[in-house]
Nanobody
């Protein structure tokens, strides 16, 4: 069983930066793919970034060149560095994991509780 705990959200002004963290607890050896998703009020959840453990990383067009996904395997922690934030980035951000293959937006089965990001103009 795997549990995900996000942190690092907050309120920033447009143009600012935040780094989200996701600590992974449990049987991590089974995982193949990790991802970040977000959901704004009144909108559907959307994928932000995903990374398979064979090294392939994909970003949503809306965050490409602004967000970077990384990990610290020694700490079992996944990160999402968010730069040049925009008001439209305001959402609840979720970390997700899956053992399913291939690594796709619709394959995630384990979710964290979310961390709120608010960007003001």
């Amino acid at each position: 069983q795997v549990q995900l705990v996000e942190s690092g959200g907050g309120s920033v002004q447009a143009g600012g930066s935040l780094r989200l963290s996701c600590v992974v607890y449990g049987f991590t050896a089974s995982l193949f793919c990790m991802g970040w998703f977000r959901q704004a009020p009144g909108k559907e959840r959307e994928g932000v970034a995903l990374r398979s453990f064979d090294g392939n990383t994909i970003y949503a067009d809306s965050v490409k060149d602004r967000f970077t996904m990384s990990e610290d395997n020694a700490k079992n922690t996944l990160y999402l560095q968010m730069n040049t934030l925009k008001p439209e980035d305001t959402a609840m951000y979720y970390c997700a994991a899956t053992a399913l293959r291939p690594c796709r937006w619709d394959q995630f089965v384990t979710w964290g509780q979310g961390t709120q990001v608010t960007v003001s103009s």
